[in-house]
């Protein structure tokens, strides 16, 4: 079995930073694409972020020139670095893996949420 557990979330005020953290555990073979997605109240859940086993990333116009999306591959961990937080951005953060697992099925995987608050 695969898991994420994310951290880092909380209370900011409009202006400030948050890093994200995702860590992905198990009988891992490989992490393939791994992102971030966010759900704010009343809205559907949206793609924040994605980043490539190889590094490539691509974001949503919404948070491009403030979030950056970055993995570590040994420690099976992808990153977000949250800068010029705006309320808009208040959502449930959810981590995201496609995994290539020991017995050589792929399956993605979700994370528990992690709740972001940026205040006005």
């Known amino acids: 079995q695969v898991q994420l557990v994310e951290s880092g979330g909380g209370l900011v005020q409009a202006g400030g930073s948050l890093r994200l953290s995702c860590a992905a555990s198990?009988?891992?073979?490989?992490?393939?694409?791994m992102a971030w997605y966010r759900q704010a109240p009343g809205k559907q859940r949206e793609l924040v972020a994605l980043i490539t086993s190889s590094g490539n990333t691509n974001s949503a116009d919404s948070v491009k020139g403030r979030f950056t999306i970055s993995r570590d591959n040994a420690k099976n961990t992808v990153y977000l670095q949250m800068n010029s937080l705006k309320p808009e951005d208040t959502a449930v953060y959810y981590c995201n893996a496609n995994v290539l697992r020991a017995d050589w099925r792929v399956a993605d995987y979700w994370g528990q949420g992690t709740q972001v608050t940026v205040s006005s």
């Open positions: 198990g009988t891992i073979f490989r992490v393939n694409d």
